[in-house]
């Protein structure tokens, strides 16, 4: 072997860089490999260029806003969590604030900001950068860790941590080299799906434009499954798009759709656009609004709904063109069921390559939820997204990448002296 360090890292995400901060924190010498040529490239991307380093949410929030296995978190949350995120920055002198849903971001509104503290405290504690220098494997004998090896050769270690990312937005270098690191040496790796995705609809208003580029404000977007039980549902803004819809609440839905596709040819979302509201009280409201007036409804009923949406849901019901007077009891109330129960057809997502986040990953029972070591080869660990754990956008993938870090780093170094 060239080259002997206590503790390598492979991969310069927001995983890699703090497991390689705290392990060298903890004493160990260290050594990061980053396919790139520069550090963070997809943190550099989320919060629209802004970086959503953490969220600010009590650790239970966190953990119920981690629908794929976030409950596997307690004991890494136990050890190092978002409010440990928010002061390690300001330690460091990074300003942080917090936007709508406890997102935080630096007020610099700069990834760069993030990306630069990091890799300053990486520089500080002489931790061996590598860049354009990718892991080609790793190497195991014995069933115990001994290194890597890249296309310069090979490095020794007494421990190793895979911190490769998921396999969305390959161009970032998040290409899935973890998943066959872990197989290389018998672990398992979940089935792969995209999460944090748009969802296409098989609608016929989708295929007519109808409602493209409309935006609806904190409407309730509900996933049921075939049985008609409701799966997960989501209070948040949503976009109508020229193939589905995309925004917050679609893509809180998207994991779960694609988990049902596994088993059905499509899906029923359900769309409530007043939550706030029971289907009694919008028909007294329709009712102020328009009993007795001369008007049209679709006159009548201006500002009630987004113009576009509320001509939709009447010409579904047929009764754009008429009076309140002129319009049924029950013609009302098919109306009303449009705009508190309205049903839509997903049948697809965006694919891997485009959505935020990875679904599945390294199978969590065979990794040590207390030092995210691997239980079948001593002195490998993983952390970030390359674990099958995933979160919702909004700070709870980086808060899992810094934490899972952040206890791979210090495991890694005890283990590198043990
Ligand atoms: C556009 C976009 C927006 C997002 N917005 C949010 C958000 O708002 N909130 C949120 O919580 N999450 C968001 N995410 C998800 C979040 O960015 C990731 O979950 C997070 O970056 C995962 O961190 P990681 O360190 O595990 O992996 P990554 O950030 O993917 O880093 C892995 C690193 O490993 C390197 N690497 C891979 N293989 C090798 C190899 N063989 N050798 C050397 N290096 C290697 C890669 O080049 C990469 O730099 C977003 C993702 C995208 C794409």
């Not at 989320?46 to 119920?64: A, F, K, Q, Y």
């Not at 934490?403 to 002296?417: D, I, L, P, R």
């Amino acid at each position: 072997m060239s080259k002997t360090f206590d503790v390598i890292v492979i991969g310069g995400g927001p995983a890699g860089m703090m497991t390689a901060i705290t392990a060298a924190m903890n004493g160990a010498q260290v050594a990061l490999f980053e396919k790139n040529k520069r550090l963070g490239k997809k943190l550099l991307m989320t919060g629209g260029g802004r970086c959503n380093v953490t969220n600010n949410r009590p650790v239970e929030d966190l953990i119920t806003h981690i629908p794929g296995n976030g409950r596997f978190l307690y004991s890494t949350f136990s050890q190092f969590d978002n409010q440990d995120v928010m002061n390690f920055f300001s330690e460091r002198g990074v300003a942080l604030k917090e936007e709508d849903h406890g997102r935080i971001f630096p007020v610099s509104d700069k990834s760069a900001t993030i990306v630069n503290t990091l890799k300053d405290e990486l520089e500080n504690l002489q931790v061996e950068l590598h860049f354009k220098e990718p892991i080609e494997k790793i190497i195991a004998d014995d069933s115990v860790i001994r290194g890597v090896r890249t296309a310069e050769g090979d490095y020794s270690a007494k421990s190793v941590v895979v911190t490769t990312g998921g396999i969305t937005y390959p161009s970032t270098g998040s290409q899935g080299d973890g998943y066959r690191f872990a197989k290389s040496v018998g672990h398992h790796v979940t089935p792969l799906y995209p999460t944090e995705s748009p969802i296409f609809l098989t609608d016929s208003f989708i295929t007519n434009k109808t409602l493209q580029g409309l935006s609806l404000q904190d409407v309730k977007l509900s996933v049921v499954d075939d049985r008609n039980k409701t799966v997960t549902s989501h209070e948040m803004d949503l976009l109508f798009t020229h193939f589905g819809i995309s925004g917050p609440a679609a893509l809180r839905c998207s994991s779960f759709v694609n988990q049902l596709l596994r088993e059905q040819e499509n899906v029923t979302l359900k769309l409530d656009c007043f939550p706030e509201k029971s289907a009694i009280q919008l028909l007294e409201e329709i009712s102020e609004r328009s009993s007795g007036s001369t008007k049209q409804l679709k006159n009548a009923l201006t500002s009630f709904l987004p113009e576009r949406l509320l001509l939709f849901f009447l010409e579904q019901v047929d009764i754009s063109e008429q009076t309140y007077n002129q319009t049924s009891k029950e013609q009302l109330e098919a109306f009303v069921s449009y705009c508190k129960n309205w049903s839509l057809t997903a049948n697809k997502t965006f694919g891997l390559e485009k959505s935020f986040v990875t679904g599945g990953g390294v199978e969590l029972k065979e990794i040590n939820p207390k030092e995210l070591s691997s239980k079948k080869i001593p002195g490998l660990y993983f952390a970030g997204e390359v674990l099958d754990v995933n979160g919702y956008t909004g700070g709870y993938n980086i808060t899992t990448a810094f934490c899972t870090g952040y206890v791979a780093g210090t495991h890694a170094a005890y283990n590198a002296f043990a």
